[in-house]
């Protein structure tokens, strides 16, 4: 998936790598514990953080390994899949478990955004592999100092958004200039289905007794328990989710994000409602623009969630069904539409009838659990590693900066800043409470 780099962006690349270690307190000198790779007939020992919901079809699509160790600070939420593996051992607090069983070799993250960063970040300097549910991170700086330690830990890594196989004859027929030079992107989703536009709870429900709802918390400021946030709910609240934007944009965005080889917007303007300090909007409209690429030209996404779309004008007759998601390209000679998980379609439909499109020649993948899996064992780059998803995420909530402090902003990537919006920066870093950090 990595670019050939010329010695300008490899130079650029070491002086953002370097920044963003210094700035997440880490020290050049540590040395990841040395991991033997896998035959491909040996299994892994994996252990998944977050193991409710998404959790546990995550657990269940690796399945075919040894499945060592669980983590869930709800006992409820868990329950099955506790029973499903009986012989892993049980943990409430996945840095327990991480010190104390020696023997993992990967780690599935499938918890809320926020504890994202942090266990991938620990599961990576003990040398573990990772496969982290999407979106990567929950903020900007999370986003890029967890791609410099999974290319510093040299560990197999890949991100959950399991269509990114799906996207593969769309960058075919892109990079083969079937529709000519793309300029112009538009993505849209159905998003939010939870609860928006909310101000904090302001009364105090008791913890149920199977949560440890300090260690649901983790890096986040305290703050009371309340069935707002958990479960997923938590999406729609900006302390631990991403909204609409976080929790799809990592799927419908990923074609143009691998078909145009985009890396980090130049500038991002949001808008939306309502504009809350506690939560996302009811729906929002976000607008990237990203620089040339070699011989791609700039091109401008648009990003549309919560019921508002594309111009029916652009989409050449097509309707498109009640909650729909998916995204198009348009380009000097036509157009790609793809609805989400479906084939990629040439637009209008009369002018491609009879087009001759390419073979098919890039690499097929059967499955994204899989795909990890096996790359655990060889060392063989995935889909979606976050030298790849990692841009990606950064790149996405940049929309949900621009939008929160209500203006277009310019984006200078190699230092990680809005040059023109200062008070961006506290929605592009983090800050962690105590005993907690990368």
């Known amino acids: 998936m990595a670019d050939n780099l010329t010695r300008r962006e490899l130079l650029e690349r070491a002086a953002i790598a370097g920044a963003t270690v210094a700035a997440a307190g880490l020290r050049w000198s540590e040395a990841a514990p040395p991991r033997r790779r896998k035959s491909p007939?040996?299994?892994?020992?994996?252990?998944?953080?977050?193991?409710?919901?998404?959790?546990?079809?995550?657990?269940n699509s690796v399945s075919t390994e040894n499945i060592v160790a669980l983590c869930?600070?709800?006992d409820a939420y868990a329950?099955?899949?506790?029973?499903?593996?009986?012989?892993?051992?049980?943990?409430?607090?996945?840095?327990?478990?991480?010190?104390?069983?020696?023997?993992?070799?990967?780690?599935?993250?499938?918890?809320?955004?926020?504890?994202?960063?942090?266990?991938?970040?620990?599961a990576m300097k003990l040398g573990k592999h990772v496969y982290c549910q999407k979106p990567l991170t929950r903020t900007v700086s999370e986003a890029r100092a967890i791609t410099e330690l999974a290319r510093r830990y040299k560990v197999t890594t890949q991100m959950g958004n399991q269509g990114h196989p799906s996207y593969v004859r769309l960058v075919e027929l892109?990079?083969?200039?079937?529709?000519?030079?793309?300029?112009?992107?538009?993505?849209?989703?159905?998003?939010?289905?939870?609860?928006?536009g909310l101000s904090r709870p302001t009364d105090t429900p008791p913890v149920p007794p199977t949560l440890k709802w300090d260690l649901w918390l983790g890096p986040i400021k305290y703050r009371p328990y309340h069935p707002a946030y958990h479960p997923f709910v938590w999406r729609g609240w900006w302390d631990f989710g991403t909204g609409a934007l976080g929790d799809m944009a990592c799927h419908l965005m990923d074609g143009a994000f691998w078909a145009l080889k985009l890396k980090y917007p130049s500038t991002i303007e949001a808008e939306g409602d309502p504009l809350l300090p506690e939560s996302g909007p009811l729906w929002c409209i976000v607008r990237y623009e990203f620089?040339?690429?070699?011989?791609?030209?700039?091109?401008?996404?648009t990003w549309y969630d919560g019921?508002?779309?594309?111009?029916?004008?652009?989409?050449?007759g097509v309707q498109l069904p009640k909650g729909s998601n998916g995204s198009l390209f348009i380009g000097e000679k036509g157009k790609i539409l793809v609805e989400h998980g479906g084939p990629p379609r040439l637009l209008p439909e009369s002018k491609f009838?009879?087009?001759?499109?390419?073979?098919?020649?890039?690499p097929r993948v059967d499955d994204h659990y899989q795909e990890w899996v096996r790359a655990c064992k060889t060392g063989r780059p995935t889909g979606s590693n976050f030298d790849y998803a990692g841009p990606m995420?950064?790149?996405?909530?940049?929309?949900?900066?621009?939008?929160?402090?209500?203006?277009?902003?310019?984006?200078?990537?190699?230092?990680?800043?809005?040059?023109?919006?200062?008070?961006?920066?506290?929605?592009i870093n983090h800050e962690y409470r105590k005993g907690w950090s990368l």
């Open 41 to 59: 007939n040996e299994k892994l020992n994996i252990a998944g953080i977050g193991v409710g919901g998404m959790g546990a079809n995550d657990i």
């Open 353 to 362: 009838a009879d087009a001759k499109l390419p073979e098919p020649y890039l």
């Open 79 to 122: 329950a099955k899949t506790f029973q499903k593996y009986p012989k892993a051992r049980k943990y409430h607090d996945f840095r327990q478990m991480l010190e104390k069983e020696k023997s993992i070799d990967a780690v599935v993250i499938s918890t809320p955004d926020h504890v994202h960063a942090v266990a991938a970040a620990m």
């Open 307 to 316: 019921g508002k779309m594309p111009a029916q004008d652009l989409l050449e």
């Open 393 to 427: 995420t950064e790149s996405i909530l940049l929309g949900n900066v621009a939008f929160r402090v209500g203006q277009k902003i310019t984006y200078d990537a190699q230092r990680m800043k809005a040059v023109n919006c200062p008070e961006a920066d506290r929605y």
């Open 291 to 301: 620089p040339s690429r070699g011989d791609m030209p700039p091109v401008r996404l």
């Open 72 to 74: 869930d600070v709800d």
């Open 174 to 196: 892109i990079q083969s200039n079937v529709i000519g030079p793309v300029t112009e992107v538009h993505v849209w989703t159905d998003r939010p289905i939870w609860p928006q």
